[in-house]
């Protein structure tokens, strides 16, 4: 498991580009995040079969593209936010794989890596990230 999370750690620090590096390669800010901090897991289209996929147990990286359809067709906003966030009580199922994104986000609140948003706004900041990618994420959903 130790190599993984050098992987992570890897991917994590190279993923440190501002809001308008998404729009410079004609993405969305959503897709963007998705692209860079979640696809290597859960795959291009969120079926949980990303290059570092084979790093967990069997099963270990869920399907986002089944979040809709596992939820009763509803997307569930609410608990893809605490996840992304990190506010999410995960313990009944054992230790948290995903790393904590709402933290990355804190971090990144630096109007020198993104000018919309200062150290006055960080909440605010890490919100529209995770919102962004939200909404990227129910564009993924298995009908």
């Not at 729009?23 to 949980?48: L, Q």
């Not at 084979?54 to 605490?82: M, T």
């Not at 605010?124 to 990230?129: L, N, P, W």
Request: charged share 20%.
């Amino acid at each position: 498991m130790k190599p993984f999370f050098s992987a992570v750690l890897a991917a994590s620090l190279c993923t440190v580009v501002p809001a308008s590096g998404a729009h410079a390669a004609g993405m969305t800010v959503g897709e963007f995040e998705y692209t860079n901090s979640c696809a290597s897991c859960h795959g291009a289209k969120g079926d949980g079969d990303g290059p570092l996929a084979s790093f967990f147990a069997a099963g270990g990286v869920p399907q986002l593209s089944l979040l809709k359809k596992n939820n009763g067709g509803v997307f569930p906003v609410s608990r893809v936010y605490e996840m992304v966030e990190g506010t999410a009580d995960v313990r009944a199922h054992g230790g948290r794989a995903m790393p904590v994104w709402g933290d990355r986000y804190r971090a990144r609140a630096d109007p020198s890596l993104d000018p919309d948003f200062g150290p006055a706004d960080v909440e605010s900041y890490v919100t529209f990230r995770i919102l962004a990618l939200i909404e990227y994420l129910s564009t993924l959903q298995a009908e």
